[in-house]
Every structure is written in C-alpha cells, then in structure tokens.
C-alpha cells in the first residue's frame, strides 16, 4: 500500500537532512518555487486532502481564502496533538522532521506567508528539539530564510511549545496561545483564514497535512486523488491503540475497512475478533462503535459519519469484551472537565455535570433517571459554545448510551459493572 | 485562580548569562511588536532555571524580562498545567491514565509507582528526590502504558519496568 507521510520513518537517521535528502528530500520544493502561489493551490485542491487533525476541511480550499491583500500572513502547523488516543504526528516529528518543514515552506509560499509557526505540544519536548534541530539545518542548508534556494522568497520558521492544554488543539485557542494568552478560542466568524495570528490572514494545518504537501506537489493532485477513495482521498494514518496485539500507527489508504485495518495491520483483537466490544474510531471524542458496526464500516469520513461516528484525528482506540463502558466513558468525561477552557457557561459547567453523573453511575451511585439527565446535559451543550471542546465532550457520552443503554442501566440498578 | 507562592529562598530570580542569551533567541521568533508571544517559552525557561517550579517572584520577573503586566503572566502561568506553581521534586514522574493507558493497565502501573515512591497523586517525597503526578492524555497512545520524567517519556511500561527505571534514576 502507498505510504507518504510515513513512507521513510524507518531509514536509519531519517530525521536527518542528508538522509532525507537521499530519498528526493526538497525536490517538492525547488519544483514548488517554479510554479505559481494559485497553480499550487489548484494542485493541492485537486488532490482532495482534507485536515488530518480532526475536523476533514479540505486543505486546498482553506488555503484558496486566504485573501490577496498587502498584510502579514501567516502559516501555522497545529502540532499540538492532545485528542486522547492520538499519536501520529509525533512519529513524523521525529522521524522525518523535514518533510513536515518542507511542506510548510511550500504551504508558506503558495499563501504568500513568510512566518511559520509549529505550535508543538509543551510535553513532547523531545519531538521539539528534534525540530528544532531540523530546522536549523534547513537554514544552514538554505531552504530557510530570507532567500530560499536563491529564488527570492522568505519563508522563516519557529517551534513554540505549548503548555499542556488539550483547548490548544482548537485552531484559534491555538492562535490566543501563540500571541501569549490564555488558550481560550475565539468566536468564528471571523475565520482565522482573515483574521488569526496578530490579526493577519493565518492558515492552519494539521501535521500530517502538511507533511503529505511534498508528494502532492512532486506526483500531482490527481495522483493522490486517486489513491483512497471518493471524497477522502489519500492515505492517512491511524493510531491503534488498547486492545490490539500490535498497537501501532498504520498509514493506508483511507476507505480501508475497520475490521481489516484491525486484523491485518494491528494484529488482532486482544482474543480473537469475536472479544471486540467495540471501537472508538476516531479519537476520545467520537462515538463509540459496536462490534456489528465494526463488522462492516470502512475508514473513511463520509462511511464513519454515516454510521454515527466521525474519522477525527484517525485514533482508532479498541476495547474488548472485558470493558466496562460505563468506567471508559467516566474516565473521557473526567478528562473533558479538567481540559474545558471555562469561558462558555454550558461547558464549564455541563462538561463538570457529566463527570460527576458518569462518576456516581461508575461508583454505583446511580440514581434512575440519570440516563435520560445526562442526554439532556449533553444536549444543552451540544452546539451551544464557542468550540467544539463542548460537542467533543457530548458526544462520547451520548453515543455510549446511544450504543450501550443496558450496561448503563445495569449499572445504575445493580450499583456494579455488567462485565465481571 | 490558584494561589501562587512565594519563593522561600529570598533571593530575587535571575537568568544567568546564558539563559539571557536564550531568551533573545526565543525574542527573534516573533515579530517585534509582538513580544508577548515569548511569555510561554520564557516561563519554561524560567522554570527550568528556577528549580522546576514558577514563584510569584519568578513570574514577576518574567513579566519584567517580557515587558507585559505580572497579571498577564499570572492568567497565563495558571491556565497551563505543565507550569508548576508550587515546587517538584528533581524527578517530576507524571503517569497518563487516559483511555488508551487505562485499557492497557495503567492502573497497574499506578499502583506500583505509588507504592515505590510512598507517594499519592500531587504529593512530593520528605527528601525533594520525587513529585507523582496524574496526568491526561500525553500522547504515546499507541505504546501505552506510559509516564513522563521530567524531559522523557517511558513507554510501553510494566510495574516491573517501573521499579528498574525508578531505581536507575542519578
């Protein structure tokens, strides 16, 4: 199966320049700085790439709004990956660094911004310094600066750590964060494709975005169209985590179906297909699978959406039959209280609401009707905030209930688990 | 907003020569005018420097060295967990029991921890040696269970691991 972002992780010293060199590394560029700014959006929206990070925006479409105008731009890579489950992009960070800085510099370029930023989650201080190395070689090298490759253009690139705030992730907490505040998001509109970092036209890109960029330049967009399938092309990366014999980050071709990502590439549900309980397709956030979905649904946006759940950052978390859904759930709700930024009313408090509720049902303390009181929670959260930290929040709680009503209303009536 | 705390020393923080010279680095990643986006690389260097841990006389003089008001520096101090506002041991062993960990027993990996260091979540050891710490996800999903000490992550990690890399500690 084709590989792109991954596709030289396993080179001895492939974090290097020389080694990524070796393998075509900046050949995208040099044939970047010959085109166009448009003819390179028009091949990166040919492509179909849609954000890597968890929301699906199409790339070249985002990068297209960025307006023509005589102020600052500015590109921004959300390296800040904190969705609970996710853990792709710290393997490109560290593995192949300046694949991730030469789409950026071409990004940067095709949207006329001549600062970058990586916004790098503060705890992967490694991941940073491995960055930071790369991007002084790519200095040293000349494909940083204020001449790149000797044709002119400016392109200057910093790391910026971030502070241990999963809010961060959201792309204009991201932007408060960067300018030296508190990471509270902003409202949209205005986008920050207008006004984001210092008020300057911003785009935002996730990290495996970016790092697909190179190909896409060099092969085309209809090449990368036409790997995957109908509106989510591409290869994208899953993490597997939990109950697998052989966790990992897997790149394939999106479309791919669930069961056989889980099976040919993870190695197998801990005890045999038939102990999977269920999956978390695409991060903390998204809905929880049942087994009989599992079965069927392939890896994709729209195929994931239309069962009931979303792709998200491609973190594929597996619970088998031991689990206890109820504790699962209590625990995401725990982590989506202590991560609400607090500044709108039915998050703070609903996302505190349905941390104690879940922790009393978890604690068998349940009381009837708390089912149907934390639906209503979820539901006056949903849609009512600023960011999607709120819906992220919801969602887990209402899809496990949505998917495995009698193990909560075992719970509340037994006081323990259903599963032993 | 949590209470800050004094330093007990006495003596005013002060970026010694290098750590100035760093600071002027992190000063060139951003625009001139926009000095205030150094306030979070600063406060990591200051804790760094000042014992792992940020007084409220280490975040005034950030906010001297940044050029913004200490009440700024405060509200961002506060909000970010990774700055430590009281002091930690030499050894901060921050241990993830988000979804991922917990499936692949993290509880386990609790448990031997907190009965190696004698310590519960946010207590630090009589001698300064350790601070245990709970912590949400920290992405090493897929090599889970794992931990952080300090700059470094253990991964994929046994209640066995734990103690050699406990007792493997300078």
């Not at chain 1, 950052?313 to 982590?335: E, M, P, T, Y």
């Not at chain 2, 979804?99 to 050891?125: K, M, N, T, Y």
Request: with cysteine.
């Amino acid at each position: 199966m084709t590989k792109i972002v991954y596709k030289h992780i396993h080179l001895e010293n492939s974090h290097t320049l020389a080694v990524y060199k070796s393998v075509g590394g900046y050949q995208a560029l040099e044939k970047a700085l010959t085109l166009s700014g448009d003819d390179i959006i028009d091949e990166v929206k040919r492509s179909g790439i849609r954000g890597r990070g968890g929301a699906g925006f199409p790339a070249g479409l985002k990068w297209s709004f960025i307006p023509k105008d005589d102020r600052a731009k500015y590109l921004v890579c959300n390296a800040d990956e904190g969705e609970p489950g996710t853990c792709k992009d710290r393997d490109i960070m560290r593995y192949v660094p300046h694949q991730l800085i030469e789409g950026m510099v071409i990004a940067g370029y095709a949207v006329r911004a001549e600062r970058g930023y990586i916004y790098i989650r503060g705890e992967f201080y490694r991941e940073a310094e491995r960055l930071q190395a790369a991007i002084d070689e790519a200095y040293a090298a000349g494909y940083l600066g204020n001449n790149v490759m000797g044709r002119g253009v400016r392109f200057d690139l910093a790391v910026h750590r971030g502070g241990g705030a999963y809010v961060c992730g959201e792309e204009t907490g991201l932007i408060e964060s960067l300018e030296g505040k508190k990471g509270q998001p902003r409202l949209k509109p205005p986008f920050p494709a207008n006004i984001g970092l210092y008020g300057g036209p911003t785009v935002i890109n996730n990290v495996e975005t970016l790092t697909s960029v190179p190909d896409i330049i060099l092969n085309g967009g209809a090449w990368y169209s036409a790997l995957g399938v109908e509106k989510s092309s591409g290869t994208k990366v899953f993490a597997v985590s939990g109950h697998v014999n052989k966790p990992g980050n897997y790149e394939v071709e999106l479309g791919i179906p669930l069961k056989v990502l889980l099976e040919e590439y993870a190695g197998g549900v801990r005890g045999g297909w038939d102990n999977l309980k269920g999956v978390i397709p695409g991060g903390a956030s998204s809905p929880v699978f049942t087994k009989a979905v599992c079965e069927t649904v392939t890896m994709d946006y729209d195929a994931i959406a239309k069962a009931g759940s979303m792709l998200g950052s491609g973190a594929v978390i597996v619970l088998d039959r031991s689990v206890c859904i109820v504790r699962a759930i209590a625990r995401l709700s725990r982590f989506y209280r202590h991560e609400s930024c607090g500044q709108c009313s039915p998050c703070r408090e609903g996302t505190g609401w349905l941390s104690q509720i879940m922790q009393r049902i978890e604690q068998g303390k349940g009381v009837r009707g708390d089912i149907d009181l934390l639906l209503s929670v979820a539901s006056n959260i949903q849609g009512k905030t600023i960011c999607a930290l709120g819906d992220a929040a919801a969602m887990p709680v209402a899809g496990a209930i949505r998917a495995f009503r009698e193990e909560f209303e075992y719970h509340i009536e037994h006081g323990r688990c259903m599963v032993a | 907003m949590s209470e800050l705390q004094k330093s007990s020393s006495g003596v005013p923080p002060r970026f010694s020569e290098e750590a100035m010279r760093q600071v002027g680095v992190i000063f060139q990643r951003y625009p001139a005018e926009r000095r205030e986006s150094a306030v979070m690389p600063v406060l990591h260097l200051a804790q760094r420097e000042f014992g792992g841990w940020l007084s409220q006389e280490a975040l005034d003089y950030v906010a001297e060295v940044v050029g913004m008001p200490p009440m700024r520096v405060y509200e961002v101090a506060t909000f970010y967990t990774m700055y430590n506002l009281k002091p930690v041991g030499k050894y901060h062993v921050q241990v993830c029991t988000n979804i991922s960990c917990w499936l692949c027993a993290s509880d386990e990996i609790v448990r031997a921890l907190q009965s190696r260091l004698q310590l519960s979540f946010g207590e630090s050891s009589q001698d300064g040696r350790f601070t245990l710490s709970e912590v949400e996800c920290l992405g090493a999903c897929v090599n889970a269970p794992m931990m952080q000490i300090n700059d470094d992550y253990h991964e994929n990690l046994t209640p066995a691991k734990v103690s050699e890399i406990i007792d493997q500690l300078p």
